[in-house]
């Protein structure tokens, strides 16, 4: 089926002819649409696409030509009032804030680099074992999938599976209880044949405990021990912080507007 609007941009049943366009940019949602593990690519044209849109959850980049009709183009499969947009040009950048404006949240990200040899492993068991005793760390289970479901502090963390058996296939997690209750956690916001992005959160009580870090470094563990590559993206300088402090290398700042009101 294709997905056409009045603009003439439809969904790519064919995401790999848009892989030219994403050439060098090295980040796992964008790989998950085009290898079609997860997300939808947007085309100006379905045989020699020029300007191409990666969707994936709350996340959207664009690449190639600049083009207007698809920074505006809202797909029937977006539900949700948020989205994070970001392209590695000026000219796309440029239209983000003309189409949005006033919705439109200019703030910086951080990237880091796609190297596993970087990780230690003692590292990042010791801090698994550091964690206090307060609390225990747990897989996230059928069970804990739709309780993680139900709430919104953590629904990112299972909200891109459709149901439990698709996460058993392709995501992975851990949480942080305390008295048999999760209170932070870090899972697989999405895949990639080679590996997941994780998504890290923590209840407001419980942060700065030392959470965050013991569910990173045993979600890290878990995807080393299974040849999968745990893939980070700094929302804020906190998150980039933890991630340098488990071991990942600093690739560099780049631009992405939050849109209110999407």
Not at 93 to 109: D, F, N, S, T
Request: aromatic share 12%; hydrophobic share 40%; net charge negative.
């Amino acid at each position: 089926m294709l997905i056409q609007n009045s603009d003439c941009i439809w969904e790519s049943m064919n995401p790999q002819l848009a892989a030219p366009l994403f050439a060098g940019w090295d980040d796992t949602m964008i790989w998950s649409c085009l290898q079609g593990v997860m997300g939808h690519i947007y085309v100006d044209s379905l045989q020699q696409p020029r300007s191409a849109m990666a969707l994936l959850g709350d996340f959207c980049f664009f690449a190639g030509e600049p083009k207007e009709a698809l920074v505006a183009y809202k797909p029937s499969i977006c539900q949700q009032d948020y989205m994070i947009m970001t392209a590695q040009t000026q000219g796309w950048l440029g239209l983000i804030e003309q189409v949005y404006g006033q919705k439109a949240r200019k703030r910086q990200r951080y990237a880091f680099k796609k190297e596993a040899q970087g990780f230690q492993v003692e590292k990042l068991q010791g801090f698994v074992a550091g964690l206090s005793s307060e609390f225990t760390l747990c897989m996230i289970d059928r069970t804990w999938f739709h309780y993680c479901r139900s709430l919104a502090w953590c629904a990112d963390f299972v909200s891109l599976y459709q149901d439990y058996e698709t996460f058993q296939q392709l995501g992975l997690g851990v949480l942080a209880l305390r008295q048999g209750e999760p209170v932070a956690g870090a899972s697989s916001y999405s895949r990639y044949r080679d590996g997941i992005e994780i998504e890290i959160d923590t209840k407001e009580a419980y942060r700065r405990q030392g959470l965050a870090t013991a569910c990173a470094a045993k979600l890290m563990l878990c995807c080393l021990e299974r040849g999968l590559y745990p893939s980070w993206d700094a929302h804020n300088e906190a998150s980039a912080a933890l991630a340098q402090k488990l071991g990942y290398q600093l690739e560099g700042a780049y631009t992405a507007y939050e849109i209110m009101g999407y």
